[in-house]
Nanobody, 127 residues
Framework: QVRLVESGGGLVQAGGSLRLSCAASGRTFSTYAMGWFRQAPGKEREFVAA????????YYADSVKGRFTISRDNAKNPVYLQMNSLKPEDSAVYYC????????????????????WGQGTQVTVSS
């Protein structure tokens, strides 16, 4: 079992920034890819960003491209989501997701690809 713990959520004014972190522990895999998803009240969970095991490849939803950055350093853990120029429509519970045993450069934008999920962290952007 893999345990994911997100942190860094909170309340911020429109135009502000937050950095989310997702730390993985428990069962080990030689490689794993990560993703961030979000879910606003009354809406389906949606893809935000994904990063490959190598960290060289990233992929973003159009709604956050140019404002959000997903990253991981050489230690591979934790994974970060830097969120800049936040908008009220970015308000949601943000979840990180984990897929083990992957190729180094593969990306996974579909929620169905992931094996483990964090508990979520609330991000609220006020106008």
């Amino acid at each position: 079992q893999v345990r994911l713990v997100e942190s860094g959520g909170g309340l911020v004014q429109a135009g502000g920034s937050l950095r989310l972190s997702c730390a993985a522990s428990g069962r080990t895999f030689s490689t794993y890819a990560m993703g961030w998803f979000r879910q606003a009240p009354g809406k389906e969970r949606e893809f935000v960003a994904a990063i490959s095991w190598s960290g060289d490849n990233t992929y973003y939803a159009d709604s956050v491209k140019g404002r959000f950055t997903i990253s991981r350093d050489n230690a591979k853990n934790p994974v970060y989501l830097q969120m800049n120029s936040l908008k009220p429509e970015d308000s949601a519970v943000y979840y990180c997701a984990f897929k083990g045993g992957v190729y180094s450069y593969s990306l996974y934008p579909s929620s169905r690809s992931y094996d483990y999920w964090g508990q979520g962290t609330q991000v609220t952007v006020s106008s």
